[in-house]
């Protein structure tokens, strides 16, 4: 054989020897499984290794504005294996004084050194294999922990034992607590509950391995890493949240009610801006501990007119001056009394429908319903108004347990020569605040009804995962003209009816106000009642609508007006006080408006500003100047006039009297430096004197109040 | 061919052999990045930083190859002698000022650049290199005792020595490399049993030695494993590795989803093809092994195929030290052989070890890249 032949020779010995070799690792690596197997997953079990899910962080809940209503944080319980494999005696003795030491600082468990110096040793010892040395230790404290002698030898050498446990934090505490909800404890509700698979994100895997009898400890890192939950941007406004809630508390206390509840909505988006929920406790606190907006549908009484009476308009029955028989506030429905509550009716027989509403009379509203309603043929047309006003539908708001509403369908069980009279005035039947609220938003609205919004969007980090755009349930639930008659009795309650103690004072509300007997079926003795009060405001654009319900009040009066409704003025004035947009000019009005209302003159500014004002304010104004400057004149009694304010040019003016962003206004126009003292007010004093010639760049000083 | 050459200018040589390494390459990417999970943890390190680093010496290498690929096996035979002296001078300066790690002065640190570097994987390549190159100028006289054996033998067992206190594993690779390398390269096959005879003769020795004087040598030590080797199921790494490669079954737990990554010893390293098998599965783990295969098939074939007998030597010594390295890594995860601590070549994290597999296979590629311009002689 050639040399090279001898060595390619020798060389396929070796290759062959190789690939049975290779041949030969994959066999055992099949063997190792098929036939081992069961042998190794037996041990695997035996030698007890885990793997157990890995909670993911869940997402936040925010504000609208992006504040923090709920979010995880973890906490970590710190044990410590003495005799973790990295520990040798020699590395246990050379350390343990130093992390005797560390643990003697860094804990409170009113151990000296010398103390946690014993117990490591002892634990040692013993082995003892879960030594506790902190619990509830936060993210940035673990580190410190971590770095210290021994445990920084690293998972599983170090005997450092880390195991997190989540926390759900809700920074606002009492605010809107029910409607954000709880992801555990006994059973999920509110916006936990029902987002909560957006919200949760992606459990990941964790190690846990056996150290000792019933010991059971988890990995260091995870297996496979948990992905995050997503965030959710609700609708509410925590300003506005802490009004709405404060508002109801101070007169659920007042009152001494079992609960109460309100809900302010945005009338356009059908946002809800604010929900609040507060439920008297054992000890005589309240506290959000059931979503009685959302979840319960009780007899709304005289909110429930309103339907009535749009039902009547859309139907064309009635027109809002039509003189209608109360008879004295009495009427026999059957062999059932129907009385009304107002003291007012009875010295009337007749009144006109617009103020039967005003009085909330239920003789009138039962009687009209009776008479175009109860025809048999007709009946159902009352109830397929109903249907389109969205009463007999749930809302469908994002949220899980929404009670449905109770209707009662002629021909049903219950439904008697009865049932259409005591429906009219809002028994009978079952609402929950939030659909009595979306259908006098969409009242507000100009007819157009919108589903009630809780969430506007998810998020990942900044990224928007989803948005929730405003719903319209119904573009138009009645006629523009039966709608704006609505309106008009809404109005007309907040002016002269039974919500005129109610009626803001710079700005005007419409609303219902709502009584119920809750017993009344059982006979008279001991009433409960719950007092509901629904409307919105202000009157022009309506930007909130509001209902407030507050079930069985035990003191200090019991009806909707005493009761509900000066929660819905409390809000609305406090709203109205801190959302800009609801003022026309948001330097110029909110002193004017003060002084306006109680000088109601001598106003100096732009012409069509202070017009403008006045249209808000419902105030006439009978003669306006055609100059850019006026000055506001009392008229008569009630009336105003906008007077000339005559700037003379060439001159300086008079600016006093004028608010300070006009005068800067007038006289920078003129070419002056302006300088101005004092804080707020008007100008009271001006350094060049009215009628002097003006220079060019010339400075002028003005001064405040 | 031209055209061939002009299109393939970056990876001459043998292409299939460059696919494999390219296929091995790319799975130690996946394999690397969650097996190194843990290391990365427990050095507060970012998960990605191995992978990065990995990245870096993967270029590196790739780079190494395809320039060594362009070098004739004729310039590699007139450095190999020079090369031979400096990794003997490399691995006595690193016996006497190495850097120690983990118990073992295997490490020299590189000045200016503050790297560390291993040189007996540089004296593994450069031996390899050596031997072939005697082997090569002794055919003449290749049976002879004193004239081709002895003067063989004699540099392996040095370096094998030198490398033997740090890192036994490594000697004895290479000192069986070399016995085989001899073997094909026609050294009489009766020295070679005379070699063994000898040393098993001294080893037994050395035992008897050990068992008067347990302090001296720790032939507990190596009794242990030989014992924990044959009559048990083997020591805790052994059943976690085994258990990792049961609970992989056929397709494997999956990528990024290793349970025993956190029970391995260095799944990174020397248990990576446990780990392997645990997360792709016996199919994975089969893939390795042909891939491998392949390596050494496409090696044999370059062996067939030279005309030179130093380019046979070398493209042959190299490749099966490379894969005999690599089936013995896996043999040791699935207990066919005791345990040992070889990293797998590529596969396994370590910075000079994938430059110098690198440069071995730059070297064989390079053999078959100019197979047909040489004339033989």
């Given at each position: 054989?050639?040399?090279?032949?001898?060595?390619?020779?020798?060389?396929?010995?070796?290759?062959?020897?190789?690939?049975?070799?290779?041949?030969?690792?994959?066999?055992?690596?099949?063997?190792?499984?098929r036939?081992?197997?069961e042998?190794?997953?037996?041990?695997?079990?035996?030698?007890?290794?885990?793997?157990?899910?890995?909670?993911?962080?869940?997402?936040?809940?925010?504000?609208?504005?992006?504040?923090v209503?709920?979010?995880?944080?973890?906490?970590?319980?710190?044990?410590?294996?003495?005799?973790?494999?990295?520990?040798?005696?020699e590395?246990f003795?050379?350390?343990?004084?130093?992390?005797?030491?560390?643990?003697?600082?860094?804990?409170?468990?009113?151990?000296?050194?010398?103390?946690?110096?014993?117990r490591?040793?002892?634990?040692?010892e013993?082995?003892?294999?879960?030594?506790l040395?902190?619990?509830?230790?936060?993210?940035?404290?673990?580190?410190?922990?971590?770095?210290?002698?021994?445990?920084?030898?690293?998972?599983?050498?170090?005997?450092?034992?880390?195991?997190?446990?989540?926390?759900?934090?809700?920074?606002?505490?009492?605010?809107?607590?029910r409607?954000i909800?709880?992801?555990?404890?006994?059973?999920?509700?509110?916006?936990?509950?029902?987002?909560?698979?957006?919200?949760?994100?992606?459990e990941?895997?964790?190690v846990?391995?056996?150290?000792?009898?019933?010991?059971?400890?988890?990995?260091?890192?995870?297996?496979?890493?948990?992905?995050?939950?997503?965030?959710?941007?609700?609708?509410?406004?925590?300003?506005?949240?802490?009004?709405?809630?404060?508002?109801?508390?101070?007169?659920l206390?007042?009152?001494?009610?079992e609960?109460?509840?309100a809900?302010?909505m945005?009338?356009?988006t059908?946002?809800?801006?604010a929900?609040?929920?507060?439920?008297k406790?054992?000890?005589?606190?309240?506290?959000?501990?059931?979503?009685?907006?959302?979840g319960?549908?009780?007899?709304?009484?005289?909110?429930?007119?309103?339907?009535?009476?749009?039902?009547?308009?859309?139907?064309?029955?009635?027109?809002?001056?039509?003189?209608?028989?109360?008879?004295?506030?009495?009427?026999?429905?059957?062999?059932?009394e129907?009385?009304?509550a107002?003291?007012?009716?009875f010295s009337?027989?007749?009144?006109?429908?617009?103020?039967?509403?005003?009085?909330?009379?239920?003789?009138?509203?039962?009687?009209?319903?009776?008479y175009?309603?109860?025809?048999?043929?007709?009946?159902?047309?009352?109830?397929?108004?109903?249907?389109?006003?969205?009463?007999?539908?749930?809302t469908?708001?994002?949220?899980?347990?929404?009670?449905d509403?109770?209707?009662?369908?002629?021909?049903?069980?219950?439904?008697?020569?009865?049932?259409?009279?005591?429906?009219?005035?809002?028994?009978?039947?079952?609402?929950?605040?939030?659909q009595?609220?979306?259908?006098?938003?969409?009242i507000?609205?100009?007819?157009?009804?919108?589903?009630?919004?809780?969430?506007?969007?998810?998020?990942?980090?900044?990224?928007?995962?989803?948005?929730?755009?405003?719903?319209?349930?119904?573009?138009?639930?009645?006629?523009k003209?039966?709608?704006?008659?609505?309106?008009?009795?809404?109005?007309?309650?907040?002016?002269r009816?039974t919500?005129?103690?109610?009626?803001?004072?710079?700005?005007?509300?419409?609303?219902?106000?709502g009584?119920?007997?809750?017993?009344?079926?059982?006979?008279k003795?001991?009433?409960?009642?719950?007092?509901?009060f629904?409307?919105?405001?202000?009157?022009?654009?309506?930007k909130?609508?509001c209902?407030?319900?507050?079930?069985?009040?035990?003191?200090?009066?019991?009806?909707?007006?005493?009761?509900?409704?000066?929660?819905?003025k409390?809000?609305?004035?406090?709203?109205?006080?801190?959302?800009?947009?609801?003022?026309?000019?948001?330097?110029f009005?909110?002193?004017?408006l003060?002084?306006?209302?109680?000088?109601l003159?001598?106003?100096?500014?732009?012409?069509?500003?202070?017009?403008?004002?006045?249209?808000?304010?419902?105030?006439?104004i009978?003669?306006?100047?055609?100059?850019?400057?006026?000055?506001?004149m009392?008229?008569?009694?009630?009336?105003?006039?906008?007077?000339?304010?005559?700037?003379?040019?060439?001159?300086i003016?008079?600016?006093?009297?004028?608010?300070?962003?006009?005068?800067?206004?007038?006289?920078?126009?003129?070419g002056?430096?302006?300088?101005?003292?004092?804080?707020?007010?008007?100008?009271k004093?001006?350094?060049?004197?009215?009628?002097?010639?003006?220079?060019?760049?010339?400075?002028?000083t003005?001064?405040?109040? | 061919?031209?055209?061939?050459r002009?299109?393939?200018?970056?990876?001459?040589?043998?292409?299939?052999?460059?696919?494999?390494?390219?296929?091995?390459?790319l799975?130690?990417?996946?394999?690397?990045?969650?097996?190194?999970?843990?290391?990365?943890?427990?050095?507060?390190?970012?998960?990605?930083?191995?992978?990065?680093?990995?990245?870096?010496f993967?270029v590196?290498?790739?780079?190494?190859?395809?320039?060594?690929?362009?070098?004739?096996?004729?310039?590699?035979?007139?450095?190999s002698?020079?090369?031979?002296?400096?990794?003997?001078?490399?691995l006595?300066?690193?016996?006497?000022?190495?850097?120690?790690?983990?118990?073992a002065?295997?490490?020299?640190?590189?000045?200016?650049?503050?790297?560390t570097?291993q040189?007996?994987?540089?004296?593994?390549?450069?031996?390899?290199?050596y031997?072939?190159?005697?082997?090569?100028?002794?055919?003449?006289?290749?049976?002879d005792?004193?004239?081709?054996f002895?003067?063989?033998?004699?540099?392996?067992?040095?370096?094998?020595?030198?490398?033997?206190?740090?890192?036994?594993?490594?000697?004895?690779?290479?000192?069986?490399?070399?016995?085989?390398?001899?073997?094909?390269?026609?050294?009489s096959?009766?020295?070679?049993?005379?070699?063994?005879g000898i040393?098993?003769?001294?080893?037994?020795?050395?035992?008897?030695?050990?068992?008067?004087?347990?302090?001296?040598?720790?032939?507990?030590?190596?009794?242990?494993r030989?014992?924990?080797?044959?009559?048990?199921?083997?020591g805790?790494?052994?059943?976690?590795?085994k258990?990792?490669?049961?609970?992989?079954?056929?397709?494997?737990?999956?990528?990024?989803?290793?349970?025993?990554?956190?029970?391995?010893?260095?799944?990174?390293?020397?248990?990576?093809?446990?780990?392997?098998?645990?997360?792709?599965?016996?199919?994975?783990?089969g893939?390795?092994?042909?891939?491998?295969?392949?390596?050494?098939?496409?090696?044999?074939?370059?062996?067939?195929?030279?005309?030179?007998?130093?380019?046979?030597?070398?493209?042959?010594?190299?490749?099966?030290?490379?894969?005999?390295?690599?089936?013995?890594?896996m043999?040791?995860?699935?207990?066919?052989?005791?345990?040992?601590?070889?990293?797998?070549?590529?596969?396994?994290?370590?910075?000079?070890?994938?430059?110098?597999?690198?440069?071995a296979?730059?070297?064989?590629?390079?053999?078959?890249?100019?197979?047909?311009?040489?004339?033989?002689?």
């Amino acid at each position: 054989m050639s040399q090279k032949g001898n060595i390619v020779f020798n060389g396929r010995l070796i290759f062959a020897f190789i690939f049975l070799l290779g041949l030969s690792i994959f066999i055992k690596t099949a063997y190792v499984q098929r036939v081992e197997g069961e042998k190794w997953m037996s041990k695997r079990d035996a030698i007890q290794l885990q793997v157990k899910p890995l909670e993911a962080d869940r997402g936040e809940i925010l504000s609208r504005n992006g504040r923090v209503l709920a979010t995880s944080l973890t906490y970590y319980t710190l044990h410590m294996d003495p005799l973790a494999s990295g520990i040798t005696d020699e590395l246990f003795a050379q350390h343990v004084d130093e992390l005797a030491y560390q643990l003697a600082l860094h804990t409170d468990a009113n151990l000296t050194p010398g103390g946690w110096r014993e117990r490591l040793k002892t634990a040692r010892e013993t082995g003892k294999r879960y030594l506790l040395i902190k619990k509830n230790v936060a993210e940035d404290e673990l580190k410190i922990f971590r770095q210290f002698p021994l445990f920084s030898l690293g998972r599983n050498s170090g005997g450092l034992i880390v195991e997190p446990t989540k926390k759900r934090e809700r920074p606002f505490n009492l605010l809107a607590d029910r409607t954000i909800g709880r992801d555990r404890e006994n059973k999920p509700v509110g916006l936990e509950a029902a987002f909560d698979d957006v919200l949760s994100g992606q459990e990941g895997k964790m190690v846990w391995r056996k150290i000792d009898a019933g010991v059971w400890v988890p990995d260091d890192i995870a297996l496979v890493n948990p992905k995050s939950g997503n965030d959710i941007i609700t609708t509410i406004d925590i300003n506005k949240q802490d009004i709405v809630e404060s508002a109801l508390l101070k007169r659920l206390e007042y009152h001494d009610a079992e609960y109460g509840t309100a809900i302010l909505m945005d009338v356009q988006t059908g946002d809800i801006v604010a929900i609040a929920n507060l439920s008297k406790l054992e000890n005589g606190g309240y506290w959000e501990t059931y979503n009685n907006a959302i979840g319960k549908s009780t007899e709304p009484g005289s909110t429930f007119k309103l339907a009535t009476v749009l039902s009547l308009l859309e139907d064309e029955y009635i027109s809002l001056d039509d003189s209608i028989s109360i008879n004295y506030g009495k009427a026999q429905f059957f062999e059932q009394e129907m009385v009304d509550a107002g003291r007012e009716s009875f010295s009337m027989n007749r009144t006109t429908v617009q103020r039967a509403f005003e009085i909330s009379s239920n003789v009138a509203f039962a009687n009209l319903a009776d008479y175009y309603y109860r025809d048999t043929r007709n009946e159902g047309q009352f109830l397929k108004n109903l249907q389109s006003f969205g009463l007999r539908d749930r809302t469908e708001i994002s949220l899980l347990g929404e009670a449905d509403p109770f209707i009662k369908e002629p021909g049903a069980d219950g439904w008697s020569g009865t049932t259409i009279p005591w429906m009219s005035i809002g028994y009978e039947v079952q609402l929950t605040p939030l659909q009595m609220l979306t259908f006098y938003n969409a009242i507000a609205n100009d007819g157009k009804q919108m589903r009630p919004r809780l969430v506007q969007e998810v998020r990942k980090y900044d990224s928007v995962k989803k948005y929730f755009k405003p719903q319209i349930i119904n573009k138009r639930i009645a006629s523009k003209r039966a709608v704006s008659q609505v309106q008009s009795l809404l109005e007309g309650v907040m002016i002269r009816g039974t919500g005129r103690d109610l009626q803001p004072t710079y700005f005007r509300a419409a609303g219902k106000t709502g009584t119920t007997q809750l017993n009344y079926r059982n006979g008279k003795s001991n009433l409960k009642y719950q007092a509901s009060f629904a409307g919105y405001f202000p009157v022009k654009n309506p930007k909130y609508s509001c209902i407030v319900v507050i079930n069985d009040p035990k003191a200090n009066g019991y009806y909707g007006s005493t009761v509900a409704g000066p929660v819905f003025k409390e809000i609305a004035e406090r709203i109205y006080s801190i959302d800009k947009q609801l003022h026309v000019s948001e330097s110029f009005i909110p002193d004017r408006l003060r002084s306006l209302s109680s000088e109601l003159g001598y106003q100096v500014g732009q012409s069509e500003e202070l017009e403008q004002i006045a249209e808000h304010l419902d105030l006439p104004i009978d003669y306006r100047t055609q100059s850019e400057y006026a000055i506001l004149m009392k008229d008569g009694q009630e009336n105003l006039s906008l007077m000339k304010r005559s700037v003379v040019h060439g001159v300086i003016p008079d600016v006093r009297n004028m608010g300070v962003r006009d005068a800067v206004f007038a006289l920078e126009n003129l070419g002056m430096q302006v300088e101005v003292r004092g804080e707020i007010g008007k100008v009271k004093r001006q350094t060049m004197k009215p009628g002097s010639k003006i220079m060019r760049g010339g400075k002028i000083t003005i001064f405040l109040e | 061919m031209a055209t061939l050459r002009y299109t393939n200018i970056l990876f001459k040589g043998d292409k299939p052999l460059w696919l494999a390494l390219g296929l091995l390459i790319l799975f130690s990417f996946v394999v690397l990045y969650s097996s190194t999970a843990g290391l990365a943890a427990d050095s507060n390190l970012p998960s990605y930083y191995f992978l990065f680093k990995h990245g870096f010496f993967v270029v590196a290498g790739v780079a190494i190859m395809a320039a060594i690929s362009n070098i004739r096996p004729k310039m590699i035979l007139n450095v190999s002698a020079i090369l031979w002296l400096l990794s003997i001078a490399l691995l006595v300066y690193t016996l006497l000022f190495g850097v120690e790690y983990n118990d073992a002065r295997r490490w020299i640190r590189l000045p200016v650049i503050g790297m560390t570097f291993q040189p007996s994987e540089f004296a593994k390549v450069a031996l390899l290199l050596y031997v072939a190159r005697e082997l090569t100028n002794r055919q003449g006289v290749i049976k002879d005792l004193s004239s081709a054996f002895m003067p063989i033998i004699i540099p392996v067992c040095l370096t094998c020595l030198l490398i033997a206190p740090s890192d036994l594993s490594t000697a004895l690779l290479m000192f069986v490399s070399c016995l085989v390398l001899m073997f094909v390269g026609r050294v009489s096959i009766k020295y070679i049993f005379w070699l063994i005879g000898i040393g098993l003769f001294l080893f037994s020795i050395l035992y008897l030695f050990g068992t008067i004087f347990p302090d001296v040598i720790r032939v507990h030590t190596w009794t242990g494993r030989i014992d924990e080797f044959v009559n048990t199921d083997g020591g805790y790494q052994v059943q976690y590795s085994k258990m990792a490669i049961s609970e992989g079954g056929l397709f494997g737990v999956g990528a990024g989803n290793s349970v025993f990554r956190n029970f391995l010893p260095h799944p990174y390293s020397d248990f990576v093809y446990a780990f392997i098998v645990e997360e792709y599965g016996l199919l994975g783990g089969g893939f390795l092994v042909a891939i491998f295969s392949i390596i050494m098939w496409r090696v044999f074939r370059i062996v067939n195929k030279t005309k030179m007998t130093f380019e046979a030597l070398v493209a042959f010594g190299l490749g099966f030290m490379l894969v005999l390295q690599a089936f013995i890594n896996m043999a040791v995860a699935v207990k066919l052989v005791p345990v040992t601590g070889l990293p797998m070549p590529f596969m396994s994290l370590g910075g000079t070890s994938l430059l110098f597999t690198a440069m071995a296979f730059g070297i064989i590629l390079g053999v078959s890249n100019f197979l047909t311009t040489e004339v033989p002689e």
